[in-house]
C-alpha cells in the first residue's frame, strides 16, 4: 500500500489516519471504510476515486465533521475533526442543495445567517461574477439551469472563505460540456485562492484532469488502493486530455480499479 | 356536507406556481386576479356569464311557474334581501358566527401546529398520538355542541371549542405531513455551517413543511366554518348566529332571507378559500 511517499512541497492541511466506519442499520451492520489513511497538503487539489457506494462520501462527511468514526481519526491543522468546522470547511453536495424557497441571494446569505455574521455582499457579488452568476440574483433555483445552480453552490461555499473545500461527485448530475465548463472553471478558483481541495468523483478522466493526485478507493469496505501522482503541467486544458499521455494513464487508473473488484468507474 | 371538504382535501395541495402549467387546483384564481392581458379578461367576462345565466334563468323559471316563494325563493328577492336588511338581519349574526369561528380556529390551528411539530420529533409519540388524531378527525365535532352546552352554557364557548377540535386535528395532520419531510443533505449543509437545532427548525423544517402548513390551514378552516354554522344550527347561543338563523328562517318558511344566509355562508368558505390560496402562492410557490 502507498501512503504518503509523495513529495508534498507545502505543509499538511488534513490528515486522515486509519479512518473506519461502521454504521448501524436496521439491516445489519454496513461496513463503510477500512483503515482508510491519507495525507492532503495545503493547497493540494487531490480527487478520490471510487466506485459507488466505496464509502466515498462517508469520508467526506467525515472529514467535516458530520459523521463520527468508528476508528482512527482525522486532523484538520493538526487538531481532530470532532465536529463541523464551518469556518475552516466548506462542504458542496452532489446536486447543488440549494434551498428551493429561497432566491439566489437569499441563498448565499444561509450560511451567514447560521453563523450569525453580517452577510459580505461585495465578496458575493465579485464571486457571483467570476461565475457568470450576475443578474440572477432574485431568480429561485428551479428557474437556473443544472449548472447554474452547482455554480451557485460553489459560491455559497466560497462566500465563506474556507480553507478547505470538500466536494462530493458535485458535477455528476451535469452534461459533458457543462462538466468540462465547471471543471474548468473550478481550477481557475483554486489558482486564484490557493484553497485546499478533496475532490471525490467516480470519473477516472475528470479525477486526472483535476487533481494533482488521484486517491483510488477499493469498494465497500473503501480501502486505500493506490495514489497516483499526476503529472499534466497546469494550467489544463480540455485538449490534454485527448493526448496520448492522459489516455495512457486513465488505462493505468483503470487497472487498479478493476483490480480491486471495482464497478462503475466511468472512463471518458 | 362532509363531502365538500374531503374534495378539497384531495384537490388543494397543488399551489404549483407558474401560470404556464395551467394547475391551480380545483379553480383557475388567476382568471379573477391578473386583469391585465386579453385572455383573462374574457375568461372572468365567462364566469359571470355563467353565473349571470344561472342567476338570470332560475329567476325566468321561477317566475314562468310561478312557483311561490316558500317552496322556492326567487333570485332577485334573495339579493334585494341580502342588500336591504344586511344590518337588521343578517350583521349580527354573521358577527357572532366570525367570532366563534376566529377565536376557534386560531385556539384550534395553534395548537395543531405546535403538536405536529413536536410529535414529529419523535416517532414514538407520533404512533401513540396518531389513532386519536384520526378520531378527532373523522368525528364530525359539532355533534359535541349539544353536550358542550349542557356543561358550558349558553354563550360562544360550547361553539368555540367544537370549532378548535375540528380544526386542530385537521392543521395537525397536514402540519405533521410537512414536517417529516426531512431532507438530508438540506439539514447536513445547515448543519456543515455549525447550525444548531433550532436553527435547522426554523430555517429548514419549518420552510419545507410551510406548503403543507397552509394547506392545513386552508382544510382546518373550511371545517371550522363547516363545525360553526353546523354547531349553531344544532344548539346556538343566546347571540344567535348564522347557523341559527337558517333553521329560524326556515321554520317560518322566509326563503328569502334563508336564501341570503346561505350566500353569506358561501360567500364566507370561498373568502377562506381565496384567502389561504394567495397565502400559498406568496410563501409556497417554490414547491414546484
Same mark, same amino acid.
Given at each position: 500500500m502507498?501512503?504518503?511517499s509523495?513529495?508534498?512541497s507545502?505543509?499538511?492541511?488534513?490528515?486522515?489516519?486509519?479512518?473506519?466506519?461502521?454504521?448501524e442499520?436496521?439491516t445489519?451492520p454496513?461496513?463503510?471504510?477500512e483503515s482508510?489513511?491519507?495525507?492532503?497538503g495545503?493547497g493540494?487539489?487531490?480527487?478520490?476515486?471510487g466506485?459507488?457506494?466505496?464509502?466515498?462520501?462517508t469520508?467526506?462527511w467525515a472529514?467535516?465533521?458530520?459523521?463520527?468514526l468508528?476508528?482512527?481519526?482525522?486532523l484538520?491543522?493538526?487538531?481532530?475533526v470532532?465536529?463541523?468546522?464551518?469556518?475552516?470547511i466548506?462542504?458542496?453536495?452532489?446536486?447543488?442543495?440549494?434551498l428551493?424557497?429561497?432566491?439566489?441571494?437569499?441563498n448565499l446569505?444561509?450560511?451567514f445567517?447560521?453563523?450569525?455574521?453580517?452577510?459580505?455582499?461585495t465578496r458575493?457579488?465579485t464571486?457571483l461574477?467570476?461565475?457568470g452568476?450576475?443578474?440572477?440574483?432574485?431568480?429561485y433555483?428551479r428557474?437556473?439551469?443544472?449548472?447554474?445552480?452547482?455554480?451557485?453552490?460553489?459560491?455559497?461555499?466560497?462566500?465563506?472563505?474556507?480553507?478547505?473545500?470538500?466536494?462530493?461527485?458535485?458535477?455528476?448530475?451535469?452534461?459533458?460540456?457543462t462538466?468540462?465548463?465547471?471543471n474548468l472553471l473550478?481550477?481557475?478558483?483554486?489558482?486564484?485562492?490557493?484553497k485546499?481541495?478533496v475532490?471525490v468523483?467516480?470519473?477516472i478522466?475528470?479525477?486526472?484532469f483535476l487533481?494533482?493526485?488521484?486517491?483510488v478507493?477499493?469498494?465497500?469496505?473503501?480501502?486505500l488502493?493506490r495514489?497516483?501522482e499526476?503529472?499534466?503541467p497546469?494550467?489544463?486544458?480540455?485538449?490534454?486530455t485527448?493526448?496520448?499521455?492522459?489516455?495512457a494513464?486513465?488505462?493505468?487508473?483503470?487497472?487498479?480499479?478493476e483490480?480491486?473488484?471495482?464497478?462503475?468507474?466511468?472512463?471518458? | 356536507?362532509?363531502?365538500v371538504?374531503?374534495?378539497?382535501?384531495?384537490?388543494i395541495?397543488?399551489?404549483?406556481?407558474?401560470?404556464?402549467?395551467?394547475?391551480?387546483?380545483?379553480?383557475?384564481?388567476?382568471?379573477?386576479t391578473s386583469?391585465?392581458?386579453?385572455?383573462?379578461?374574457?375568461?372572468?367576462g365567462a364566469?359571470v356569464?355563467?353565473?349571470?345565466?344561472v342567476?338570470?334563468?332560475?329567476?325566468?323559471?321561477?317566475?314562468?311557474?310561478?312557483t311561490?316563494?316558500?317552496v322556492?325563493?326567487?333570485?332577485?328577492?334573495?339579493?334585494?334581501?341580502?342588500?336591504?336588511?344586511?344590518?337588521d338581519?343578517?350583521?349580527h349574526?354573521?358577527w357572532?358566527?366570525?367570532?366563534?369561528f376566529l377565536?376557534?380556529?386560531? %385556539?384550534g390551528?395553534? +395548537?395543531?401546529?405546535? /403538536? $405536529?411539530?413536536?410529535?414529529?420529533?419523535?416517532p *414514538?409519540a407520533?404512533?401513540? =398520538?396518531?389513532p386519536y388524531?384520526?378520531?378527532?378527525?373523522?368525528?364530525?365535532?359539532?355533534?359535541l355542541?349539544?353536550?358542550?352546552?349542557?356543561?358550558?352554557?349558553?354563550?360562544a364557548?360550547?361553539?368555540?371549542?367544537?370549532?378548535?377540535?375540528?380544526?386542530?386535528?385537521?392543521?395537525?395532520?397536514?402540519?405533521?405531513t410537512g414536517?417529516?419531510?426531512t431532507d438530508l443533505?438540506?439539514?447536513a449543509l445547515a448543519?456543515?455551517y455549525?447550525?444548531?437545532?433550532?436553527? %435547522?427548525?426554523?430555517? +429548514?423544517?419549518?420552510? /419545507? $413543511?410551510?406548503?403543507?402548513?397552509?394547506?392545513? *390551514?386552508m382544510?382546518?378552516? =373550511?371545517f371550522?366554518?363547516?363545525?360553526?354554522?353546523?354547531?349553531?344550527?344544532?344548539?346556538?347561543?343566546e347571540?344567535?348566529?348564522?347557523?341559527e338563523?337558517?333553521?329560524?328562517?326556515?321554520?317560518?318558511?322566509?326563503?328569502d332571507?334563508f336564501?341570503?344566509?346561505?350566500?353569506?355562508?358561501?360567500?364566507?368558505?370561498?373568502s377562506?378559500y381565496?384567502?389561504?390560496y394567495?397565502?400559498?402562492k406568496?410563501?409556497?410557490?417554490?414547491e414546484?
Amino acid at each position: 500500500m502507498v501512503l504518503t511517499s509523495v513529495a508534498v512541497s507545502t505543509r499538511e492541511k488534513i490528515s486522515v489516519d486509519g479512518a473506519t466506519k461502521v454504521y448501524e442499520a436496521r439491516t445489519g451492520p454496513v461496513h463503510a471504510l477500512e483503515s482508510f489513511s491519507v495525507e492532503i497538503g495545503e493547497g493540494e487539489f487531490v480527487c478520490i476515486l471510487g466506485p459507488s457506494g466505496c464509502g466515498k462520501t462517508t469520508l467526506l462527511w467525515a472529514m467535516s465533521g458530520l459523521h463520527e468514526l468508528t476508528r482512527g481519526r482525522i486532523l484538520l491543522d493538526g487538531r481532530p475533526v470532532t465536529g463541523p468546522r464551518p469556518d475552516e470547511i466548506g462542504l458542496i453536495f452532489q446536486e447543488a442543495n440549494l434551498l428551493p424557497w429561497r432566491n439566489l441571494r437569499q441563498n448565499l446569505r444561509f450560511p451567514f445567517e447560521i453563523k450569525r455574521k453580517r452577510v459580505d455582499e461585495t465578496r458575493i457579488d465579485t464571486l457571483l461574477r467570476q461565475t457568470g452568476l450576475a443578474g440572477f440574483e432574485s431568480a429561485y433555483p428551479r428557474e437556473l439551469s443544472g449548472g447554474m445552480q452547482q455554480r451557485a453552490s460553489i459560491v455559497r461555499a466560497l462566500a465563506q472563505d474556507p480553507a478547505v473545500l470538500l466536494m462530493d461527485e458535485p458535477f455528476g448530475a451535469l452534461d459533458a460540456f457543462t462538466r468540462d465548463e465547471m471543471n474548468l472553471l473550478l481550477l481557475n478558483l483554486w489558482a486564484e485562492s490557493g484553497k485546499t481541495i478533496v475532490f471525490v468523483t467516480h470519473n477516472i478522466s475528470e479525477a486526472i484532469f483535476l487533481a494533482d493526485r488521484v486517491v483510488v478507493m477499493t469498494p465497500r469496505p473503501g480501502r486505500l488502493a493506490r495514489i497516483f501522482e499526476i503529472e499534466l503541467p497546469r494550467p489544463r486544458t480540455v485538449d490534454m486530455t485527448f493526448e496520448p499521455g492522459f489516455i495512457a494513464q486513465i488505462q493505468e487508473i483503470k487497472r487498479v480499479v478493476e483490480s480491486g473488484g471495482s464497478h462503475g468507474v466511468e472512463v471518458e | 356536507m362532509s363531502n365538500v371538504p374531503r374534495e378539497l382535501k384531495d384537490e388543494i395541495p397543488s399551489f404549483e406556481g407558474a401560470p404556464a402549467r395551467g394547475d391551480h387546483g380545483p379553480i383557475d384564481w388567476t382568471a379573477l386576479t391578473s386583469i391585465r392581458t386579453a385572455r383573462s379578461a374574457m375568461e372572468i367576462g365567462a364566469i359571470v356569464a355563467l353565473g349571470a345565466a344561472v342567476f338570470f334563468g332560475l329567476e325566468l323559471i321561477l317566475r314562468w311557474t310561478d312557483t311561490p316563494s316558500y317552496v322556492f325563493p326567487k333570485p332577485v328577492d334573495v339579493v334585494k334581501s341580502l342588500v336591504s336588511d344586511f344590518d337588521d338581519l343578517y350583521m349580527h349574526h354573521l358577527w357572532v358566527t366570525m367570532q366563534e369561528f376566529l377565536v376557534g380556529f386560531a %385556539i384550534g390551528a395553534s +395548537i395543531g401546529l405546535l /403538536l $405536529a411539530a413536536l410529535i414529529t420529533q419523535k416517532p *414514538f409519540a407520533e404512533k401513540v =398520538i396518531a389513532p386519536y388524531v384520526l378520531i378527532m378527525v373523522t368525528t364530525p365535532m359539532l355533534a359535541l355542541v349539544p353536550f358542550l352546552r349542557l356543561k358550558l352554557g349558553f354563550g360562544a364557548w360550547p361553539l368555540i371549542i367544537a370549532v378548535a377540535l375540528a380544526s386542530g386535528p385537521m392543521v395537525m395532520i397536514n402540519a405533521a405531513t410537512g414536517f417529516r419531510r426531512t431532507d438530508l443533505a438540506k439539514i447536513a449543509l445547515a448543519r456543515s455551517y455549525g447550525a444548531s437545532t433550532l436553527q %435547522i427548525f426554523w430555517k +429548514i423544517r419549518f420552510p /419545507l $413543511a410551510l406548503p403543507m402548513i397552509i394547506v392545513g *390551514f386552508m382544510v382546518g378552516s =373550511i371545517f371550522g366554518l363547516l363545525t360553526a354554522v353546523g354547531g349553531e344550527m344544532v344548539a346556538a347561543s343566546e347571540a344567535g348566529g348564522l347557523g341559527e338563523r337558517l333553521v329560524y328562517f326556515s321554520s317560518l318558511a322566509r326563503m328569502d332571507q334563508f336564501g341570503a344566509v346561505i350566500l353569506i355562508i358561501a360567500t364566507l368558505g370561498v373568502s377562506i378559500y381565496v384567502l389561504f390560496y394567495f397565502i400559498g402562492k406568496r410563501w409556497a410557490s417554490w414547491e414546484a
